[in-house]
């Protein structure tokens, strides 16, 4: 079975203030008489569900088209959180075991939310749970907020903990109605040089017995 677990790209699509929405200008058109029908995007890279590349907050980090791939394909734990507000710490995920994982998928009330409707607070990262999940061998951190740093966040302390540690993260997943557990998952980047993040499909399917 495949949970789709990416937030859906419209015009009206919530994105952070001063950022660019997602817009769409007809090139060529069926109903114009042409062969076919041709767009133009424009879009911000953090719009919906996407995956952070180091260059978003590190001037010489990694773009899209250079971050560890592997880290975005493979086994993953769902684990729903009761925080909706703060930064999450070890403690909070003392109802799972986490031992041997290699992604974390962080579910909490803001899979509830429409694609247009922006969280008024967010259950952050804290850098002693990126420390600890590092410490477990972890490849990837995600999470349906839109950010794992504060909203108020001038530092970016987990970003810049998640590079230090060598893992990555997804940004605005979308887990409603998907069951915590064990799945695959695949949320590959676009092979994009020169932007600050990508876009990405992110699926979650079911392990064979």
């Given at each position: 079975?495949?949970?789709d677990v990416?937030?859906t790209?419209?015009?009206?699509?919530?994105v952070?203030?001063g950022?660019?929405?997602?817009?769409?200008?007809?090139?060529?058109?069926?109903?114009?008489?042409?062969s076919?029908?041709l767009?133009t995007?424009?879009?911000?890279?953090?719009?919906?569900?996407?995956a952070d590349a180091?260059f978003?907050?590190?001037?010489?980090?990694?773009h899209?088209?250079t971050m560890?791939?592997?880290?975005?394909?493979?086994?993953?734990?769902l684990?729903?959180?009761s925080?909706?507000?703060?930064?999450?710490?070890?403690e909070?995920?003392?109802?799972?075991?986490?031992?041997?994982?290699?992604?974390?998928?962080?579910?909490?009330?803001?899979?509830d939310?429409?694609?247009?409707?922006?969280?008024?607070?967010?259950?952050?990262?804290?850098?002693?749970?990126?420390?600890?999940?590092?410490?477990m061998?972890?490849k990837l951190?995600?999470?349906?907020?839109?950010?794992v740093?504060p909203?108020?966040?001038?530092?970016?302390?987990?970003?810049?903990?998640?590079?230090?540690?060598?893992l990555?993260?997804?940004?605005h997943l979308r887990?409603?109605?998907?069951?915590d557990?064990?799945?695959e998952?695949?949320?590959?980047?676009?092979?994009?040089?020169?932007?600050c993040?990508s876009?990405?499909?992110?699926?979650?399917?079911?392990?064979?017995?």
């Amino acid at each position: 079975m495949i949970y789709d677990v990416t937030r859906t790209v419209s015009p009206k699509t919530h994105v952070w203030e001063g950022d660019t929405p997602y817009s769409v200008v007809p090139v060529m058109s069926i109903a114009q008489g042409q062969s076919v029908n041709l767009v133009t995007m424009t879009l911000s890279p953090h719009i919906g569900t996407h995956a952070d590349a180091y260059f978003h907050y590190v001037a010489d980090g990694d773009h899209p088209a250079t971050m560890p791939l592997e880290a975005y394909l493979g086994r993953a734990r769902l684990v729903t959180v009761s925080k909706r507000d703060g930064q999450l710490v070890p403690e909070d995920f003392d109802h799972v075991d986490l031992k041997g994982g290699e992604r974390l998928l962080i579910h909490s009330y803001v899979s509830d939310l429409e694609d247009t409707e922006w969280p008024p607070v967010i259950p952050a990262l804290s850098v002693a749970l990126i420390s600890w999940l590092a410490e477990m061998g972890y490849k990837l951190i995600g999470t349906d907020a839109p950010s794992v740093d504060p909203y108020d966040s001038k530092t970016l302390d987990a970003h810049h903990a998640l590079r230090h540690y060598g893992l990555v993260n997804l940004e605005h997943l979308r887990f409603l109605n998907v069951p915590d557990g064990d799945y695959e998952l695949i949320a590959l980047p676009l092979c994009l040089d020169l932007a600050c993040g990508s876009p990405v499909r992110a699926i979650l399917r079911t392990l064979s017995s």
